[in-house]
T-cell receptor, first 111, second 113 residues
Framework: KQEVTQIPAALSVPEGENLVLNCSFTDSAIYNLQWFRQDPGKGLTSLLLIQSSQREQTSGRLNASLDKSSGRSTLYIAASQPGDSATYLCAVRNSGYALNFGKGTSLLVTP | DVKVTQSSRYLVKRTGEKVFLECVQDMDHENMFWYRQDPGLGLRLIYFSYDVKMKEKGDIPEGYSVSREKKERFSLILESASTNQTSMYLC????????????FGPGTRLTVL
């Protein structure tokens, strides 16, 4: 069964810093990988989707990379802002329909 | 924009009650999903549906059933609610193509007393 791990579990940084969130997965035979953001008590917002044939995707200040062979993805956030404070979840899809989620990294950006 | 809506943001029910959670998506997506999210356990898949009237069990289907009579609507049913079903319930939908990006609703916080 696919296992998805996110490190660190929590992270606190001062505003303006660039930061990297990590995601690793045990089964490299994935179809795609998706990064989400979740604010407290709310649903998940899709940030980026990387297909297995892609190496990276960018959206604004966010850049996600995928190294399928080593079972790793990173989410890079440039020039962090207090509004970026949230939990970030990584999820991978193997064959089939469902996503396998990591437990998330809780990010706090302090002014 | 993809819109996934859930019938309630907060719900309080009694043990033994039958509970219906409803989810509606407006993007003509083939696939719909129900997850529950618990502290320390993350998101776990309860059931999903890849077509009208079609359903598949996820990782934790016990105590739940689902119904998909129309493409845009996917209902989660707790036949006899128990306190261990107190959780955040999240609905999602996705296209049927290879991309299959999942989009989530706002969630329903269910408390069973």
């Amino acid at each position: 069964k696919q296992e998805v791990t996110q490190i660190p579990a929590a992270l606190s940084v001062p505003e303006g810093e660039n930061l990297v969130l990590n995601c690793s997965f045990t089964d490299s035979a994935i179809y795609n990988l998706q990064w989400f953001r979740q604010d407290p008590g709310k649903g998940l917002t899709s940030l980026l989707l990387i297909q297995s044939s892609q190496r990276e995707q960018t959206s604004g200040r966010l850049n996600a990379s995928l190294d399928k062979s080593s079972g790793r993805s990173t989410l890079y956030i440039a020039a962090s802002q207090p509004g970026d404070s949230a939990t970030y979840l990584c999820a991978v899809r193997n064959s089939g329909y469902a996503l396998n989620f990591g437990k998330g990294t809780s990010l706090l950006v302090t002014p | 924009d993809v819109k996934v809506t859930q019938s309630s943001r907060y719900l309080v029910k009694r043990t033994g009650e039958k509970v219906f959670l409803e989810c509606v998506q407006d993007m003509d997506h083939e696939n719909m999903f129900w997850y529950r999210q618990d502290p320390g356990l993350g998101l776990r898949l309860i059931y999903f549906s890849y077509d009208v009237k079609m359903k598949e069990k996820g990782d934790i289907p016990e105590g739940y059933s689902v119904s998909r009579e129309k493409k845009e609507r996917f209902s989660l049913i707790l036949e006899s609610a128990s306190t261990n079903q107190t959780s955040m319930y999240l609905c999602a939908s996705s296209t049927g193509g290879a991309a299959r990006e999942q989009f989530f609703g706002p969630g329903t916080r269910l408390t069973v007393l």
